[in-house]
Each structure stands twice: as C-alpha cells, then as structure tokens.
C-alpha cells in the first residue's frame, strides 16, 4: 500500500497514512484537533483545511463555498491523500467554537509558539547536548588510549572539562571509534557534577537530537516529542519552525486502581500494588513513545532525553517508589531531588544510553509538575506578583515571583474530572461542556463534547450548570434549590433536590442527566477549598488579591473554563480579565522547555529549592477561610462587587418581568 | 556436628571446622602454610605449632621433645581439636626452610605489619565507610522529605556537604528509616565528584564495614577480606591486631583459553569468547569471596568495598571490555581510568550496594597491578631512586621516585611460569624448586615443593639449576653445554643437549626430567629482556644501576627467588644485597591500602597519570641493549664484577681440583 506523509500546520506534527485516508481521520490519529460535529457526514461544514502543497480528492459540498474551494480549501471528512501533504488548520477549525468565543471576550490564549516565550532569554542549548569530533588515530608516539583520547579531543575542540563517562559507553568505544574511521559524535549529559558521556555514535548527528517530554498526571498522561536541534545550525526539519515534531496522550492505565492519588497509594500497599501500578503506568508512557516515534518517524536510538513531570505520588509510582508515607501524617515523601536513573532500568523502551529526568519535588501534595509549571509560566524571572493554579485531579497553588514562592495544594478533590457528582465524567465525547439556562423558561441549552448525545456533566459544563442555576435564582448563595419555581426541572430525587439537565430519551445513556444539591454542594467544596488556598497564601504574605499582577491557569481543564462563570461562582476571584492567563498544561510546559535549555534545567533546581509549602491541612487559618468561601459566590459579598452588581440587575429585572 | 573455631597466629586468620578435626588440615583449608614434609604421618616434625589456647587431643611423638610438649607445643598432623583454639604457628613452621635460608642471608622479607608500613602517614580512613546518626522523626512542623532530612543529618553531626544518592537507596529509603526508628546506619563512597550515599542499614553498624581487594592475575587470582574499622573505635576484631581477616587464592580459571594474556585476547576474539572469559574470571573471584566470608565469619551484606587491580588485559576481561586492541599496534587500550562500577552489574556476588573499584592502568602492557604495586610500595612518597620490578607471568618493571616515574613492560615471557620450558611447571607439589649441582660429581640435590617426586621445574628451580650448571661450568656464558664432561647426567636428547635432573624412576611423571639447551636459552632471552628493559629506563633519565637506592621485587615468585643466583645468572643486576627489597604480591599492597584510606586512593589516581610508559618494541636501544644480556651474566662483565670474582675463583678451584 503506497504512503503518504501529511504535516499538519502550524503545529507541524506530521503522520505517515496510507494513500487515499481521509484526512480527518488521519489528523485524529496525529492527535490534531479539528471540529467536526457531524461525525464526518460532511453536512456541518466545521472542518475546513487547506491544502498548502500536495494532491487530493474531495467532491464539491454546499457547506464549502466555490471561492474557497478555488482557493485549495477542503472539508477534511471528505477529503482523501494522493500525495505527501502539508494540510493547514484555519484557526475556526483548530479549536472549539467555545474557547474562540472566550478569546473574542478578551481571553488571554496563546499560540504554542508564544507559550515557550513566557520564559525569555533562553536558547537552545541542551542539557543533554551532541559533538562531532575527528580524532587523530593512535600511533606508537601517541599511543593514548581510547578514552583519554576522546576525551582530549572534545576538550581541545570544544573546551569541555571534567567529562566522565558512563561505563557502558567504554564497553562499546574501542570497536566504535576504530569501525567510524576514528570520526564520531558524542552525547553529553550536564549532570550536577559537570559532563558525563553517555554515548557514542558513527559519523557526524550533531543534528539528530531529540527528546520526550512526559507530563505524568493522575488522569492524563501527555508526551511530546521534542526537536532539540538549533535552527540555524541544522535547519528546520522538513522546513518547519517548530520544536515539537509529534504530540501524543493517553489516559493513564493506574485509572483502573483508582481514580486519585490516595486510592492509588491505598492499592500500592496491597501485596504487589506498587509493582503492579509502576507497570501499567510505564506501559502508559510507552505507548506514548511508540505512537510519538511513529508519527514524527525520529528513530528510536536518535532520542537522547526523557523528561518526566508529575506530581509527587505519580512520581513515586513512576519510580516503584513506595508512597506510603505521602499520605500519612505528617505528609512526607522519600525525596524530593533524584537523581537521573537510566530509562531501561525503568523498563521505558528508549536507547540505553537515556538518563531520565525526574521534576523535583517540593512537598508531598506539591510535586515537579507544579515546578514544571512555575519554570514554563517564566513567574521565577519575573517582578510581577503572581498566582499560579493548576486545576486538574488535584489543585495546586504557587504564589511568587523572581525572589520568592509559596505553595499549597487545597485537596480540592476531583469533582472536576466528576468524581463525586452523581453525573460526573471526564471530558469524553458526550460530556456536557457547556450550559445555558434559558432565565424565563429554566429550560437549558446543552453543548456536549463531539456533539453527541449527553452521557455525563465535565468540569466545564459542571460550573456552567452551577453558575446559570445561580443566576437564574434556581438556586441560592448556599447552592440550596428554591422551592417555589414553576418548572419539572427542578424535583425532588433519590438524593435531595435536583435539576434535570436533559430527559433520558435525549441522553445516550437513557437516564435523566440530573445534577444534585449534593454535587452542587460538593462543588461549593472544592471552589471553596480553591479559593481559600489562595486567600491563606496572599495573607501569609500580608497581600490580597488586588495586589496580584497575574494570575496564570494551567491544567487542560483551566483551558476550556468559562472564565466570567468561574469568577461567578466564586472559584476564582474577581480580577481584570486581562490579569487571566491560561497556559494550558503547564506542566508539559516547563518540561519542554528544560528540554530544550541547560540553563532552565538549573533554574529548575533553583525554583524547587525557593518554594516554601504551606501545608493546609495544619494550618489555623485555613478551615475559617474555606467556610467563609463555601457560599455562592462567597460571605464577603465586597469580594465579587461585578457580581453582587450583575446579580442584584437580574434580580431586579426578574421582579420587573414577574410584576 | 560440635564446630570449633580455630586462630590462627600470627596472621590472625580464623576458620571454624568440626570437632575433632586435624589441625594441620584446618591450617590448609584455612589457607595458613604449615611444614609438613612427611604429608602428615608425623615422621618429619617439622610442623610444630603451639597451642595458646583451647583444648586439644594430641598423642606425644619422638619428634617432639617433652619440655616442648609441656609448653603446649604440638605436631599439627596428629593432633586434633577438642575446643575453640588459639594456634600460634612458630617462625620454623611457618615458611619454608629456604626462604627462612634467604633471611639469614641478610635478605630482606617483610612481616605482613611491615609491609603496609612501607608506606607512611596513612591512617585508617577509608573511601567507604559508615556513619551513625538518630534523625529527629518528622511532623507537621518539620516535613522534610526523608531523603533531605537524612543528608542534613549527615551534614550536621559530621559536616559532610555535597552527597549525591545512589537510586537504589531511594527505593528503600523511607520504609527502612521508619523500621529503624529513624536510626540508622550510613555507607558513603567517595568518589571523584565527592561522596555518593551507597547504603542505609539500621541500627548502629559503623564498626561492620569490610572490604574485599582482589588481585587479578593471568595465572593467579588472590583475595583478601579486610576489617576497615579503626581499632581505637570499635577494638580488634576478636582481640587480634591485623587487618587481614581471611586471604584465598585460586588459579584463574581462564587458564584453560590460554597461558598468556596474548593467547586470551586471541580467544576473546572467537564467537562469544570474551563472554566465556569473563563469566570464568568472575566465577573465579566469586569463589574466592566465597572462601574469604566463609573463614572470616563476615557477613556478605556487610562487605562495603571490592578493590580490583589487575593487568590491563585481565582488567579488560574482567569488565568484559575487548582487548581486541591490546594486542595490536600501537597498542592502545580502551581506557586507563574505569568509573566505579556497581559489582553485582558485573555479576560479582556481593551485596548491590557494593562499588567495585578498579586501579587504573597506564598502558596495554601496564596495568593496575603495577599502579598497585607502586602505591603499596610507597615509591612515590619517597626520594631514594627506586626500581621496582614485578615478575609475574609478564614482567613489568618501574623506575623513579615521588617526583617522576617511568615504566616499561619487557615481554618477558612466562618462562618463569614454567612456558617455553620442556618440564617446566608453575608452582605447584613436586615442582623443583632448589637446585645445587656438586661441582664434583655433577649430580644434582633437589627440593620440590610439598617435599613429593619431582614432576617439573619451577621458576626459582630454573633459576637454580642455570645458576648451578653455569657455577659448574656444565654450561658456558652462552648457555650451551659443555660437551667434554665425565657424566651421564649431560647428554644429546631429541632436543640436543640436556642436562638430566631427575632419573624417571625418582620422579612422580615415570620420565627423565631434563633441562634442555632450548630451555636454557629461552631463560637467558627472559633474563635479557627483564635486564634490559631495567637498562633502558635508567638510560631514558641518564642514571645507572650505581645511582639505584633500592630494588623492590614484587611477585609471588620474586618472594621465593634466591638472590644471589638471580645476580648470578645476570637477571638481576650487581647490587648491595640490602639495596634489594621483596614485597611478595604487590598488587594486592596497594590494593589492601587503598581499601584503608581515602588519601592512597587520591594518590592512586596521581601515581597512574604521573608514569611514563615506555613501548620497549619502538625503542631502538633496547634491541641492542637485549643482545648484551644474551649472556651469563652479561656481556659487559664489568656490571657483574662479583660474579666474574666468583667464576674466577671457581675455575681456579677446579683446576686445582683437577691437576
């Protein structure tokens, strides 16, 4: 079957197809997202690309206008590959209508290029780096031997002092260096302790440099697949201006044993647990690898890195770490720093050659992918004081700037990913992501993800729900459903009080989709426990939240939230939209730009060692702070003014419309 | 069984045997050399020891006076034990009678006290040792990870910065400090990037910390398992005032692929032959630690420490390095300096904590064992000009002092190890290894090792009998017979002439034992080389043998070597005999001292960048320089005039004799 090799723009991620694939299907296998709410039937239009370069077939479609057609465009679901491509993504299929409307709203988005500039100052100029060297063969009045006159060499060519080398690299350097005719490229690690060798290669691959980056997260496992390579000395691959040649995900396998991180240390001490969860989260990351290898077809001896980020328990599952202790009083992990353990003695299937970084660690609810995020968000350069929030399984908070950071992790609990709400699902085809109630007929408007029939509330549609059943006086500032509205959406259930988001002959599980007074409650819980988390750590430093310069979300939920309804409910604070920025995954973030820098791996070092941890739970101050949050949008009405406005209008306007 | 531990004085070595068993076998099993000619039917008396303490059964024996019996004398081949013993072996007992010869002689041998005195200033302060400490337990006011909270320990009782940690400690870490109640035991290493955390063991074990050197020879391996502990601290393991707890020897098994290291690097390069050679050696020292914890009673997880110093080619084999280049011009090794590797990656069977250090090598022809050698003999500490030479199955020779050092190895060839000789033989039982010829009759004396039938000649036999034969004037200066002698002892055999030392009805082989004049000159070209190479070195600096302040002779061999034979043959040079020093094992001096003290194994480090190697095979002088000591002694009599006095005098003698 002859091939084609499509490279999707602007990410640059490219995929080998069989010939005649269609091209939607072909960029849902490159992890590329591009809407298409009909299920590629043709009939919705979303998915428009253009064809830059190469052959296709696609009929002529009513939803694609003849000027555009003219112009290369293509509705990719019905679109199939002659030839190598190189496909565009317009910026209205690239993302959900949704996250552009924010952006409209003046939602601080950025493109994947402007994200790796949040940090300045930096180059590429790896940690984990290559050197060709043409050594003068021995002779008997230079009979040096193999090593040193490696060694030697690198020095006199390069200036690089005090390299040691790992042994393997001695195992197979006499026959190496004698077989490339004395021509040869190394690979060095900086380590704490200066250079270390870690390989050898024929011939000159100075510009064959590559690295996997891997965000470990409780639920999602995210891994890139990174160009290590300076431009101007080695071009772009395949012309491109990219650094990330391939993007891969997959849920992380541990989700059987649990779904956060104390039912996994809980399974961990059961006999074989821990051995058993380290093995299904490796297998996780290598079938990342596979699919990051397949799709960017780097070779597998060519990748030099592996940079891991997660968070403390993750870490020690990933490491076969026993993680008993993280979650007993008094809270406390093995270490924080480890040191780079080779990837084979980890079973992760990469050359045997790859040092593993490992993110350090702060606490044991503060783990490297929150120092990941503090390093890619650029917060340690700056002056400007800000709060950091990764809102995933757990929420984590950073506080800081250049000088200084304080952290806490409010054990939020993942009603986000909807676990403890009766309807709950992670953000899966179906999920509900948005909502709006209609004020007059309390009757909602669902938008599910992939626009199928709903089979759960996410986290998105969950604030969505909570903030318009607020609004809409449905429910009160305690999350309470008032008892007198005229509408078979709200009822009495099994568990208390509930609005029915859609009828079971809407759903595609045939039940009502309801949410509950309970789940309303259990996210009051964890809006309150994250906007407490905040409170305590501007006060611990005698600042409050009008003193904040910026406030940066990451976690891939941060990205999609509906940022006016999150400030609605109190789970952020009222702040200008413009002090908001969403990054995105930060912990994958950082990781790639430690990848890319020696500098920024330093600085890693440096920021988990400056960042002081508060642990909540011990703290006097917090539980007053959470209580007082655990009401819509808080007690402090003073806090949210824009809301207490917007509120007391629609009240007003309700009265109006009711007399 | 009822066990009982015997003591062995004065070496100190201890092993356990069942009741009743025989003293003298107890002394074999345990390594100790004890007389006994008459292979123990108590005729020969000659292996006397005393019995200090304990309780025996021990018929009396003519051959051992009453009023030595009343003070607890004994024959060890008829006596047996009854209780725990203290058996201290006297000086008579101990070594053979020729040696004790050579001591009255004025030879210098050294008591194993003395000899790790050569070199001074060091103290017991090894590279690997233990440290105590009680860490405070954690709480929520102090939730310092584990790992950090045990480095900050070690640094605040004793002031120990920058330690790195091995992995595999991070794996047990947190579990172990909690069983221990937070006391525990620490090994650190030093490395050459400051200390490295190896192991963590509860409770309070700093004075358990052992080491095992290993001197890897091409014949010959030797171990020794040292008590690291300062006695002042933690007392004389059982009450005795040496280091040395056990000691064993084993051929190395790679005999079998070949005798030199030449014929081994052929078989290596054969279809999994390296393997082959490295799975034999590694399960010849694996042996050897066996006996080592067997007799010293130690337990294998309280060996912190393997030592390893070798030649450069049986180094290669050991790591499984090739040594395809060894042997091939010019010469090159792989690498001088080997990083630390674990011992159970190399399969050696010891705790996985445990770093094996390996000396490093100057050269393919000069290797750890000389860089040993060279340490032990405190050479580089000293000013007097030093010669030090290690006769083995190469010959290896060095010349300087603190200052300077040069080398060069003299492929001597492994006469000496019984190669290249028609009956030679290592040695073994019944090898000759004292030879006199009377001048008269011609007929020979021999004494064999283990006093049994002559079955070969061994290197100090050769050495005696050409010293003899030349005395006699039975061979001339170029090593050819004399063909007017009144014997049958000299006749034409299938080689040409020979000279019969034992009659096939005297010998264990029911053959003739000859040496023949093809012997005779492979040991004059083995002589030549060796005096050659030492020629060479004092010209390279403009010195000569006057300008010598000492001749250190290392090698099992060199310890048994008559000294005035080896001047008279001309392979060792005309010297004061006090100039002359025997260190026996040199390898493993230097290897017991850098086991002891973390300064020897910086000067280790230096000594090997500080020699000089001198390829003798691209040295134009040493040709010539070979040729004149192709020659009893020499061609230049002057070098010799003692011996020439000697010949002068002797032919005087004879022919007054024969007028």
Known sequence: MPKCAITFQPSGRKIEVDRDENILEAAIAAGIHVNASCGGSGTCGKCKVKIVRGKTRSPQNPKLPKREFDRRYRLACITSCLSDL????????????????????????????????????????????????????????????????????????????GISTDFRVIMKLSRL??????????????????????????????????????????TTVFGQLLNLNKAEVCGFPDGMGTFTLAEASDYNAQISY?????????????????????????????????????????????????????NTTMTHLFLGLDPKYIREDPYVPTANFIPPVRAVHLR???????????????????????????????????????LYMDIGTNGEIVLGNKDWLISASCSAGPAFEGAGIKFGTRATRGAVERVNINPRTLEP?????????????????????????FQGGIIDQNGKFSRELDTDRVREGDDGYEYVL???????????????EIDIENLIRTKAAIYAGCKILLDSVGLGFQDVDQFIIAGGFGHY?????????????????????????????????LSFSKDLLRETERIAHMMTNLELSNNPSFMSEFVAAMFLPHTDASAFPGVSGRLHEYQKAKAAYAS
Chains 1, 2 share one sequence.
Not at 122 to 130: M, N, Q
Not at 502 to 508: F, H, I, L, M, N
Not at 577 to 586: A, I, P, Q, S
């Open 445 to 469: 408007m669902l938008l599910t993800i992939g626009r199928a029939k709903p089979i759960g509330i996410c986290g998105t549609g969950l604030i969505d729900t909570v903030a318009e059943l």
């Open 258 to 310: 649990g779904e956060d991180v104390i039912s996994r240390i809980v399974y961990s001490q059961r006999r074989g647990g821990l051995k058993k969860l380290q093995e299904v989260i490796i297998s996780t990351i290598n079938g990342i690898i596979e699919n990051l290898l397949q799709m960017s077809g780097i070779r597998r001896d060519l990748i030099s890195h592996l940079v891991i980020a997660g």
């Open 86 to 161: 190189e496909v565009e993504i317009p910026i209205e299929s690239q993302v959900d209508p949704s996250v552009l409307r924010l952006k409209r709203e003046g939602r601080n988005l950025l493109s994947p290029r402007d994200i790796d500039q949040l940090v300045e100052g930096w180059e590429i100029d790896p940690a984990v780096f290559k050197r060709y060297v043409e050594l003068n063969p021995p002779s008997l009045d230079d009979n040096v031997s193999d090593l040193p006159r490696l060694i030697n060499a690198l020095y006199k060519k390069y200036g690089i002092r």
């Open 177 to 218: 260096l004698r077989e490339a005719d004395w021509k040869v490229t190394v690979t060095l690690v900086l380590t704490r302790k200066g250079y270390k060798l870690i390989n050898v290669e024929p011939r000159n691959m100075v510009c064959e440099n590559y690295s996997i980056v891997i965000d470990l997260g409780t």
């Open 502 to 516: 859609a009828w079971k002959e809407e759903t595609g599980i045939k039940e009502d989709i309801v949410l509950t």
């Open 561 to 593: 939230i509906d940022l006016d309804k999150a400030i609605f409910i109190g789970l952020l604070p009222e702040m200008e939209t413009r002090k908001y920025l969403f990054v995105g995954n930060g912990s994958l973030l950082g990781a790639r730009l």
């Open 348 to 386: 992760v299937n990469l050359g045997d050659h790859v040092h593993t970084y490992i993110f350090p660690m702060v606490a044991s609810y503060m783990g490297g992918d929150i120092v990941s995020g503090i390093l890619g968000s650029g917060i340690f350069q700056r002056e400007a004081l800000t």
